[in-house]
């Protein structure tokens, strides 16, 4: 039974370029949150999705960060034109219904910019 | 909004006890614990849903004192695994989706 599975695990990015960064939830799950680290702090909230729709996205910097949850395959949360403090890694977590269901991290993105 | 945890690190010896607080200045609907080691992913721990529950996993257990808006997490008799991160990640309000606000974190570190 695979859990959430991310890729890449490591993204190096110049400034000024895409990062794309790939979430596919447990199975059975259709409920995926975005988070950001930054190293030696915690887990800031960036966006909720459920299949094709944004549920909630009052984490995500208004530019440049947008994220999807397509009827087929992963999630993906894109951040265009990088800049050094998009440097962080980025977790995703499933969960089967939304409220009180625990959230089933993957390995994260480490992005790291240039 | 976001939680506020206490201690922010704790140092112990194999087989003491600790306590990790966790309160809000807002209604909390519920809490999670989970840990995080260094360079891995936060595993979940356990859920509180009501007010005054307690929940127990082996020698980890919690409370969640819904009047006073704060839970806590009990570690007994640590052993080493129990070194890494905890956090406790809180939902507010009637919105029932799931999204959870995470304190800042509890470094624990069990020496032998």
């Known amino acids: 039974n695979a859990g959430v599975m991310q890729n890449p695990r490591h993204l190096v990015r110049r400034r000024g370029q895409e990062a794309r960064l790939r979430c596919s939830p447990m199975k059975g799950h259709s409920h995926v949150y975005w988070y950001r680290q930054l190293p030696e702090e915690g887990l800031k909230f960036m966006v909720y999705l459920q299949k094709e729709n944004i549920i909630d996205e009052s984490g995500m910097p208004k530019e440049r960060f947008s994220a999807e949850f397509p009827k087929e395959g992963p999630s993906i949360l894109r951040i265009q034109q990088v800049v050094r403090g998009d440097s962080a890694a980025y977790f995703c977590?499933?969960?089967?219904?939304?409220?009180?269901?625990?959230?089933?991290f993957g390995n994260g993105t480490r992005l790291t910019v240039t | 909004q976001q939680p506020v945890q206490s201690p922010q690190a704790v140092i112990l010896r194999e087989g003491e006890d600790a306590v990790i607080n966790c309160s809000s200045s807002?209604?909390?609907?519920?809490v999670h614990w989970y840990r995080q080691k260094h360079g891995e992913a936060p595993v979940f721990l356990m859920i509180?849903?009501?007010?005054?529950e307690q929940k127990g996993h082996e020698k980890i257990s919690a409370s969640f004192n819904e009047k006073k808006q704060q839970s806590s997490l009990y570690l007994t008799a640590s052993q080493l695994s129990y070194s890494g991160t905890y956090f406790c990640?809180?939902?507010f309000g009637s919105g029932n989706t799931g999204k959870l606000i995470f304190g800042q974190g509890t470094t624990l570190q069990v020496k032998p």
């Open positions: 990640g809180t939902e």
């Open positions: 807002k209604a909390l609907y519920s």
């Open positions: 977590a499933s969960s089967r219904q939304g409220w009180n269901s625990p959230l089933h």
């Open positions: 509180l849903l009501k007010g005054g």
